[in-house]
Structures are given as structure tokens and as C-alpha cells.
């Protein structure tokens, strides 16, 4: 009963390094959600997923690509690294829109 | 990992009622307990807690954390159908972060 799962706990990246933040759920949801939080700003939203093969763009996507060819993973992908992702990156997920969200432990993303 | 326990899990009230969400954690590395209000996607930031005893207040809602007992409530004073919503609250205990199950308020005109 794992919940969701995301690795690494931490990073530090240099600036133009590539990395994956994976996301894995085992609770057969739906809806999954990439969010990044910076100090006192709240959590916005990088990506999200309604199903196996369809994602969309949150209100903060610029720099990242993310896949969903499973139910159950939902990895977020940082191309060339900059140091305005220096962030907490938290992954969730829901089985109906909006409710019922469980979330995973985080990420806490450094790039210098 | 610490557990966040939230209660009650759902509440239902009338505008102008007063609520009081209740929030309790483990400590391992205690760095800040927050809370969220989330009415679609992306939760919003409500309050960040470090000290204890220190009310923190914003309009209608206030926080306070007690440090030695491990909780932290969120009253909403006055509410407003606006203000339904599901209340998270998040323990950062320096590993990382534990989010709690959430508190579903329903305001009623």
C-alpha cells in the first residue's frame, strides 16, 4: 500500500543537466499531477494526466515534458536545467478531478 | 515517515458558521507544517507554521501550531460558500514532505 512513490528524494543538478522525477501510484487512479512549490507561493501545476496516453499542460510548463504510458507512472522530465526550477517538486494523484488527492512525498530539486 | 492526521475528514456548515479543522503530525525533524486550500488543480498556499503559540492570520482565516501537543488548527471564521474547498495540511520534516488526507468543507448558503 505504497500510495504515491516519487525518487529521488533530492538532487542537485548543474545548470544544462537533463534528469527524470519519477511518479508511481499503485492505487489504479486516473488523474495524475506534476506540481512545483516555491517558498510561500503554494503549489502550481507543471502537467497533468486524465488517463494512460493523454496529458496536458498546467499553468507552469515551460521546461519540462512529461509521459504517461502506464496507468501507473507518470514520469516529469527537466531537459536542460535552469536554475529557476530550483524548487520542491511534488507529484499527485486523484481518481476523479479535483478530489481525493493523495501525494507524494517530494522532491527537493536544486540547480546551480 | 511521519503520518499527518486531518479531521473531521468532511464538514458540512451554513455562511456565517465558524469551523475549526484540525490538523496532528508525528515529529522526526520537524521543519514546517502548511496548509493548502484546494478548489481545483493546484492548491493554494494558506500558511506556513514554525513557531509555537504564534497565531498566523489572514482575513477571515487564522492558524496556530502547538508544538509540544503536535498539531495545528485552521479556524475559518464567518464562512462563506466560497470558502468550500478541501483544506490540506503538509508536514516538512526536512526529508521531505506528509501530506494529510485533507478536510472537505462544504459551506451552505
Known amino acids: 500500500n505504497a500510495g504515491v512513490t516519487q525518487t529521488p528524494k533530492f538532487r542537485i543538478l548543474k545548470i544544462g543537466q537533463s534528469m527524470t522525477l519519477q511518479c508511481a501510484q499503485d492505487?489504479?487512479?486516473?488523474?495524475m499531477y506534476w506540481y512545483r512549490q516555491d517558498p510561500g507561493m503554494g503549489l502550481k501545476l507543471i502537467y497533468y494526466?486524465?488517463?494512460?496516453?493523454?496529458?496536458d499542460k498546467g499553468e507552469v510548463p515551460n521546461g519540462y515534458n512529461v509521459s504517461r504510458s502506464t496507468t501507473e507512472d507518470f514520469p516529469l522530465r527537466l531537459e536542460l536545467a535552469a536554475p529557476s526550477q530550483t524548487s520542491v517538486y511534488f507529484c499527485?494523484?486523484?481518481?476523479?478531478?479535483?478530489?481525493?488527492?493523495?501525494f507524494g512525498s517530494g522532491t527537493r530539486l536544486t540547480v546551480v | 515517515e511521519d503520518k499527518v492526521v486531518q479531521s473531521p475528514l468532511s464538514l458540512v456548515v451554513h455562511e456565517g458558521d465558524t469551523v475549526t479543522l484540525n490538523c496532528s503530525y508525528e515529529?522526526?525533524?520537524?521543519?514546517?507544517l502548511l496548509w493548502y486550500k484546494q478548489e481545483k488543480k493546484a492548491p493554494t498556499f494558506l500558511f506556513m507554521l514554525?513557531?509555537?503559540?504564534i497565531e498566523k492570520k489572514s482575513g477571515r482565516l487564522s492558524s496556530i501550531l502547538d508544538k509540544k501537543e503536535l498539531f495545528s488548527i485552521l479556524n475559518i471564521t464567518a464562512t462563506q460558500t466560497g470558502d468550500s474547498a478541501v483544506y490540506l495540511c503538509?508536514?516538512?520534516?526536512?526529508?521531505?514532505?506528509?501530506f494529510g488526507p485533507g478536510t472537505r468543507l462544504s459551506v451552505l448558503p
Open positions: 499527485a494523484s486523484s481518481l476523479m478531478d479535483s478530489y481525493g488527492y493523495t
Open positions: 492505487m489504479n487512479h486516473n488523474y
Open positions: 494526466s486524465v488517463g494512460a496516453g493523454i496529458t
Open positions: 515529529v522526526t525533524n520537524f521543519r514546517s
Open positions: 514554525t513557531s509555537s503559540g
Open positions: 503538509a508536514e516538512d520534516y526536512g526529508q521531505n514532505f506528509v
